[in-house]
């Protein structure tokens, strides 16, 4: 996972109703209308939040007749765990402005 799509997951993930929809499609995959009365708000807004999630690839769809299901991208979800976990190690970055005398402690 390149840094623009963990900054793509991260951003979608930081909004508490999407957080949320994450955490209930943990138990099992929903249609928009299931979850309108868990958030009370219109199912133009659950699907925009729906839309966002899976841009970013977190979550999948699926018809079943007129129906679309959405279930959680595992891969995806273990992809953003992997990278958060591998992260760069930018505490060089405290030497340089010590260096140049510039670091600052807080106490």
Known sequence: ????????ALKALADPTRLK????LRHRS???CELVPIFEISQP????????????GLVVESRKGQW???ALNDERLRQV?????NLPDYSGEFEKLAQQG?????E
């Open 68 to 70: 679309v299901f959405y």
């Open 21 to 24: 929809i994450v955490s209930l």
């Open 45 to 56: 807004a659950v699907s925009k939040h729906m839309s966002r999630l899976k841009q970013a």
């Open 102 to 106: 510039l670091l600052v402690t807080c």
């Open 81 to 85: 765990q992997e990278a958060l976990g």
């Open 1 to 8: 996972m390149d840094s623009r799509q963990l900054v793509t």
């Open 30 to 32: 929903c249609c928009i």
